[in-house]
């Protein structure tokens, strides 16, 4: 259970970076 919670964690994580990297992308472009 715990490794799955980890799993769901890193997603979450590399959700939030992506995210993070296409507001400033946009930002740049704008």
Not at 4 to 12: A, D, E, G, L, V
Not at 13 to 26: E, K, M, P, V
Request: charged share 15%.
């Amino acid at each position: 259970m715990r490794f799955i919670n980890s799993i769901n964690q890193n997603t979450n994580n590399f959700r939030l970076i992506c995210l993070s990297t296409s507001i400033a992308d946009y930002r740049e472009v704008a």
